[in-house]
């Protein structure tokens, strides 16, 4: 590395963070997928003291990934949990994307927090033999230069999983820079991930990170994939068992051109304007 991490100054890192947070289920043993399975449907007091836990966590980190997160239903006590996540966590910019709609039952959803303003949040539909898997894209444009942030919880399938990475290849390709992160259902020699690293730059910087189960992490299926020119500073899991994944992060150096203007709470547009602005785009 030409420089260290603590020697960079604040405007010049990126900190992100790729976290499956199982709609708020504290999920300890193999055994609890059976015993409170009923908390993927109904509402139970744990759930948000568990995504406070999380808003903890992440509230230092600059962009956040979320998979398994809840639009707002009966099981969350129509909260729309992303955005609970960004009041808690103190993130200005915030955006959900429902994959799987069942009405009040369920609104299965991934999310996006940020410090950092957006251009643009658009939604990508991903092939796949059961419609609803999307890909959430964020645009940076930023000085003379410009970042793709993009936020995936692939299908089950390989099959599936293989088209639906060769479409996020298409994007990757036409930005300068792009972080694609999430749960990803695959592992890191896996033919999908080795496929795309074939038609991208992008890379896995820290390689055989294992996130799951979170109490025995042996399989490395949540990833933080960066484009070959961005640095990379650091990358790991970190030992925070709420879901049944653990978080990935990783941190990032910043290319001279690349300017972002980092935004807490209270400052510019309030979250509840930034989210009508986009859904007026």
């Avoid at 406070?52 to 962009?63: E, G, K, N, S, T």
């Avoid at 300068?176 to 795309?196: F, K, T, W």
């Avoid at 992008?202 to 055989?208: T, Y």
């Avoid at 979170?214 to 068992?241: F, G, K, T």
Wanted: net charge neutral; glycine share 6%.
């Amino acid at each position: 590395m030409s420089e260290n991490l603590i020697d960079l100054p604040r405007e010049r890192k990126l900190r992100v963070m790729s976290y499956n947070v199982q709609v708020g289920i504290h999920t300890r043993k193999a055994r609890d997928y059976l015993l409170g399975s009923w908390k993927h449907v109904l509402p139970h007091s744990q759930r948000l003291p568990n995504l406070d836990r999380v808003a903890q966590l992440i509230h230092d980190y600059d962009i956040i990934g979320l998979q398994e997160v809840d639009a707002g239903s009966i099981r969350s006590n129509f909260i729309n949990l992303t955005e609970y996540l960004a009041e808690r966590g103190d993130f200005p910019y915030w955006y959900h994307q429902v994959n799987r709609n069942l009405g009040q039952f369920a609104q299965h959803s991934n999310g996006f927090l940020s410090h950092y303003k957006p251009d643009c949040v658009e939604d990508l539909r991903l092939p796949g033999f059961i419609p609803g898997r999307q890909a959430l894209l964020a645009y940076y444009e930023a000085g003379k230069d410009s970042l793709a942030v993009i936020v995936l919880h692939l299908a089950l399938s390989r099959r599936a999983r293989l088209a639906q990475l060769d479409y996020v290849a298409d994007i990757v390709n036409q930005v300068p820079h792009a972080i694609v992160m999430g749960d990803l259902n695959c592992r890191i020699h896996s033919r999908e991930l080795q496929r795309l690293f074939g038609k991208t730059s992008l890379r896995e910087p820290a390689g055989n990170l294992c996130t799951f189960p979170s109490w025995r992490p042996v399989h490395n299926i949540d990833h933080i994939l960066v484009s070959a020119e961005l640095e990379v500073l650091n990358a790991c899991v970190l030992d925070y068992q709420v879901s049944d994944h653990l978080p990935i992060m990783t941190e990032i150096k910043l290319p001279e051109g690349l300017h972002l203007q980092r935004l807490e709470r209270g400052q510019g547009l309030t979250l509840e304007n930034y989210v009508q602005n986009l859904a007026g785009k």
